[in-house]
């Protein structure tokens, strides 16, 4: 079983649309959890972090579901600007280095 | 920008050869990790340096082997390359070892071998 799975999508939205997927993860003991977006052939930039609580910025909102072992991001209002590939990351334990991602969730929002 | 950055940016190798990759890491970062991610994947855990020292490793062989420096600038080094070896490299840099700390990344060096 891979260590974090995503949904590929493509995501075909309009403009001004809403859309949301998820992310799994196997690793019970991770305590770190990130969404990082990637542009075609750019390298991966941190779009957020995802806390406990759930937390949002901006257009987005990112929440954790532990129990579930679950991540998800909801995007409000896409832009043109929003489309890409969304990278779901996941760290291990406190003293732990590795960083795990997805495959990543492509997005394409069109006029 | 990230502050991150890696040369060459490109480069084409046939089976066998060797490559080194260079990575130099964002201003007061004393951490680098490295990743390799093929095409249409995510970007896979190879090691990881911290202060100089190895501080972690993926699951990949002996044959991906790395340095850094005291100015924490980093190397990966690549033997005997194969086929599959082809894809983006990309390096990250933060302030510490953790996971909780934020890894920004450079701009990578696509690798093709044939």
């Known amino acids: 079983r891979k260590e974090v799975e995503q949904d590929p999508g493509p995501f075909n939205v309009p403009e001004g649309a809403t859309v949301a997927f998820n992310c799994t993860y196997s690793n019970s003991a991770s305590q770190s959890f990130f969404w990082y977006r990637q542009d075609c052939r750019k390298e991966p930039k941190l779009l957020m972090s995802v806390y406990s609580s759930g937390n949002e910025d901006g257009r987005f909102t990112a929440q954790l579901n532990r129990a579930s072992q679950y991540i998800s991001l909801l995007i409000r209002d896409s832009k043109l600007s929003d489309s890409a590939t969304y990278l779901c990351?996941?760290?291990?334990?406190?003293?732990?280095?590795?960083?795990?991602f997805g495959a990543g969730t492509t997005v394409t929002v069109r006029a | 920008e990230t502050g991150v950055t890696q040369s060459p940016t490109h480069l084409i190798k046939t089976r066998g050869q060797q490559v080194t990759l260079r990575c130099s890491s964002q201003?007061?970062?004393?951490?680098v990790s490295w990743y390799q991610q093929a095409l249409g994947q995510g970007p896979q855990f190879i090691f990881q340096?911290?202060?100089?020292?190895?501080?972690g490793r993926g699951n990949f062989p002996p044959r991906f082997s790395g340095l850094q420096f005291p100015n924490y600038s980093s190397e990966l080094n690549v033997n005997a390359l194969e086929l599959d070896d082809s894809a983006l490299y990309l390096c990250a840099s933060s302030l510490g070892g953790h996971t909780t700390d934020t890894q920004y990344f450079g701009p990578g060096t696509r690798l093709t071998v044939l």
């Open positions: 340096y911290y202060r100089e020292e190895e501080n």
């Open positions: 990351v996941v760290g291990g334990s406190s003293n732990d280095y590795k960083l795990s």
């Open positions: 201003s007061g970062h004393n951490t």
